[in-house]
């Protein structure tokens, strides 16, 4: 069974400038979560998708950023415009509903 | 909401040695899974487990729900058992399920 992908792996870009991550979950999980780790600290849960309707995005900063899922497999987040602070490692998961959780590899984003 | 505490926050072994780690989290849980977060920042699934002892080669994990806590045991510790190691609860709220890190521990394997 394949695992959750993710791409790219490391991305730097300068203040202001956009960025998108792409995530493609393991076949046959319906929920898809993003979260955002900041060094030093646990993984922060931005959105979580069942199917391609989102469930919690409580802790999105939708001035920023955004997310989709289109048919309910892929994943896009996308940040526009990026600050510094922005600067972490964007992990994707994926899971049955209620299940274990399978982490792909993250994005490690730099902004300069 | 649900807090979730894990202990030590740093842990600094020699390698062989025997640890044990805890996650306590403050309100009744569906399940409960225990990660280990890899110097290269994947994470790595380790144990599934709302209740009872489950055992993986060097590694066992009980959760004891009733109580509100889980340990894990690292048994004749390995330098590649350095790294974070996350527990997350996971809760059933309105018909979805969220799933809520602890603080981590940091452990670092000396050879």
């Known amino acids: 069974e394949a695992g959750v992908a993710q791409s790219p792996r490391y991305k730097i870009i300068e203040k202001r400038q956009s960025v998108a991550f792409w995530c493609n979950p393991i076949?046959?999980?319906?929920?898809l979560y993003w979260y955002q780790q900041i060094l030093g600290q646990g993984p922060k849960l931005l959105i979580q998708?069942?199917?391609?309707?989102?469930?919690?995005d409580s802790q999105l900063p939708k001035d920023r950023f955004s997310a989709e899922r289109l048919k309910g497999v892929d994943s896009t987040l996308k940040i526009q415009p990026a600050k510094l602070e922005d600067s972490a490692v964007y992990l994707c998961?994926?899971?049955?509903?209620?299940?274990?959780?399978?982490f792909g590899p993250g994005t490690r984003l730099t902004v300069t | 909401g649900i807090q979730v505490e894990q202990s030590p926050p740093d842990l600094i072994l020699q390698e062989g040695a025997n640890s044990t780690l805890r996650c306590n989290f403050s309100?009744?849980?569906?399940?409960l899974q225990w990660f280990h977060q890899n110097p290269w920042g994947q994470l790595i699934n380790l144990f599934y487990?709302?209740?009872g002892t489950k055992q993986n080669g060097r590694l066992s994990a009980t959760t004891v729900a009733t109580e509100r806590y889980s340990l894990l045991y690292i048994s004749s510790s390995q330098t590649t058992d350095s790294g974070v190691y996350f527990c997350?609860?996971?809760?059933?709220?309105?018909?979805?399920?969220?799933?809520?890190f602890g603080t981590g521990t940091r452990l670092k394997v000396l050879a």
């Open positions: 076949s046959g999980h319906a929920t």
């Open positions: 487990i709302p209740s």
């Open positions: 998708f069942q199917n391609n309707g989102v469930v919690d």
């Open positions: 998961a994926s899971s049955r509903q209620g299940y274990e959780q399978y």
């Open positions: 309100d009744s849980v569906n399940n």
């Open positions: 997350a609860v996971i809760l059933s709220t309105s018909g979805t399920y969220k799933y809520i």
